[in-house]
């Protein structure tokens, strides 16, 4: 039997270009082999079907995941049209067909309707949690979730091309707990034709693109012994958009302790207290008063 591979402390981030047919667990997993790294998690999943952007923590990056979970993402995606299926994509089955097609001037004409702040039913197969249960293990069994609909913010739907008359191709940029199989699925109701996601790909997570992502297959080709560390980004790649604030080492010392230290000038807020150079934990700012809420043993 092989002798099992060491787990080392890696910390940063991995920008993943997922392939198609993988989950976003056995993406995370695959990588952390690679790395040999004693933890690792993603920051948002992608279906199976989808491609593209996947940012896989290692280390204390995990204690970030949350704050990438909250920023835009970006797809490019082709919607099938004449067809609902159950699970919204590709993937699922027919549930109802029509014979309309929409020009692409009809198409353009319902997007603004689609754009801004609106309420969205998540697909029936999600990961939305209803008595315990995920929908999708609801809808497997063959029972009907009972799914309320969200709030979610459309920032641009754009149509790109229709290649043939049974297909559209569109970027979107959206916020948080947006689906885009479920915007396929209302925009194609809306047009009166039906229609599921054929194709779709992840271009951006907050500040992690496609062009500086890297699939599975090249980092496997790149290992040759040890992990491939130079395609990993700092920690502090997420923490750009929150304020920094600077410490003493004896502040550093203290705040990694769990303890409260004093900076009189400092802003009320979050912030990200830095010592020379490195993040050293999230922090409440409070009357001067810095509380850590998250510390980093970097």
């Known amino acids: 039997m092989a002798a099992k591979r060491e787990r080392l402390k890696i910390d940063g981030w991995l920008v993943l270009d997922k ?17 040999s790294a004693a933890k690792a998690g993603h920051a948002g999943t992608l279906d ?14 995990t204690k970030t995941v ?34 309309k097609r929409p020009s692409a001037a009809e198409i353009a004409a319902a997007l603004p309707a689609f754009c801004g702040r609106l309420m969205q039913l998540p697909p029936a197969y999600s990961a939305k949690k209803l008595g315990g249960k995920r929908a999708y293990e609801l809808a497997r069994a063959g029972q009907k979730p009972d799914l ?87 920690v502090k790649t997420v923490l750009d958009d929150i304020p920094a604030l600077a410490l003493t080492g004896p502040q550093a010392d203290r705040l990694r302790s769990g303890q409260i230290v004093r900076v009189l000038d400092a802003r009320d807020g979050r912030v990200c207290a830095v010592h020379a150079g490195m993040p050293v934990a999230l922090a409440d700012v409070v009357d001067g008063s810095v509380k850590p809420v998250r510390v980093f043993n970097l």
């Open 66 to 99: 949350s704050l990438v979970q909250d920023q835009a993402k970006s797809y490019r995606f082709t919607v099938r049209w004449g067809e609902a299926r159950d699970t919204d994509d590709a993937e699922g089955a027919i549930v109802e067909q029509r014979d």
């Open 48 to 61: 199976p079907l989808a491609t593209g952007v996947l940012p896989i923590a290692f280390g204390e990056a």
């Open 148 to 234: 309320a609909p969200n709030p979610v913010e459309i920032r641009h739907f754009e149509l790109l091309q229709t290649p043939d008359p049974d297909r559209a191709v569109f970027t979107v940029d959206c916020g948080k707990g947006t689906y885009v199989r479920a915007l396929a699925r209302d925009l194609g109701a809306a047009l009166g034709c039906l229609g599921h996601i054929s194709e779709l790909c992840r271009t951006r997570v907050g500040p992690f693109a496609l062009a500086g992502a890297i699939p599975l297959a090249k980092l496997s080709q790149l290992w040759q012994g040890s992990p491939p560390l130079e395609h990993l980004l700092p």
């Open 19 to 35: 392939d198609a047919g993988m989950t976003s667990t056995q993406a995370v997993s695959a990588a952390r082999r690679l790395f």
